[in-house]
């Protein structure tokens, strides 16, 4: 496809268990970022991914948060025993890195933790 | 550290006259680029403008505008003849030449009224 697609769109899990969410940056694209983004509030940055660079995992709020780029292309983010504060949505952006023209978006995935 | 802040939580204007939304950023880059994105409820994040920090004239897009002002470190957007499909969420962002964290502020909610 053309865009940054996110899967799935909605998840809906039970506090404690683990959750994988999946990111397919646009191709060519080196930079990937992941940001979450509770109810009526802003992206909170998680973690930004650079060519083959080590990423830069500053955001990521505890070590239940996990993410991985494969071959420089698709990249999950996991979240392990979640918990209820987790429910927001994540957001998945890819930019191309040497052009710094615009980070496109995913639709995003809505995660409710219950 | 690499900061973006929205000061307007919320703001309200009506159909056809112009609002101004504000933002104020802190970095220790001297090269840079500053990026005004749209979130209207459908959740899609959707550039509205771009500016690169080296270049001293204010961006335009259409209707858009910043006034960029380097040394205080604010980029404010300029919405011209508001249309009611302006009304959305606008976040602020920054992010370093040739790649790096890409960081939002908190964002301001923005209301065309007919």
């Known amino acids: 496809g053309a865009g940054v697609s996110q899967s799935p769109s909605n998840k809906v899990t039970e506090k404690g268990k683990d959750v994988e969410l999946r990111c397919d940056p646009i191709s060519g694209h080196t930079a990937l970022y992941w940001y979450r983004q509770s109810l009526g509030q802003g992206l909170e940055f998680l973690i930004y991914f650079q060519g083959n660079s080590a990423p830069d995992k500053s955001g990521l709020p505890s070590d239940r948060f996990s993410a991985e780029r494969t071959g420089g292309s698709v990249s999950t983010l996991t979240i392990q025993r979640t918990q209820q504060e987790d429910s927001a949505v994540y957001l998945c952006?890819?930019?191309?890195?040497?052009?710094?023209?615009?980070?496109?978006f995913g639709q995003g995935t809505r995660l409710t933790v219950v | 550290a690499q900061t973006v802040t929205q000061s307007q939580p919320e703001m309200s204007v009506q159909e056809a006259e112009t609002v101004t939304l504000s933002c104020t950023y802190d970095?220790?880059?001297?090269?840079?680029?500053l990026f005004w994105y749209k979130q209207p409820p459908s959740r899609q994040m959707i550039l509205v403008i771009r500016?690169?920090?080296?270049?001293?004239q204010n961006a335009t897009e259409n209707r858009f505008s910043v006034n960029f002002q380097k040394a205080a470190k604010s980029f404010s957007l300029k919405i011209s003849d508001s249309q009611l499909g302006d009304t959305a969420m606008y976040f602020c962002?920054?992010?370093?030449?040739?790649?790096?964290?890409?960081?939002f502020g908190q964002g301001t909610e923005l209301s065309v009224k007919p």
């Open positions: 952006a890819s930019m191309q890195d040497r052009l710094n023209t615009e980070a496109f």
């Open positions: 500016q690169e920090a080296y270049k001293q």
């Open positions: 962002a920054s992010c370093k030449n040739q790649g790096g964290k890409l960081i």
């Open positions: 970095t220790s880059e001297n090269n840079y680029y």
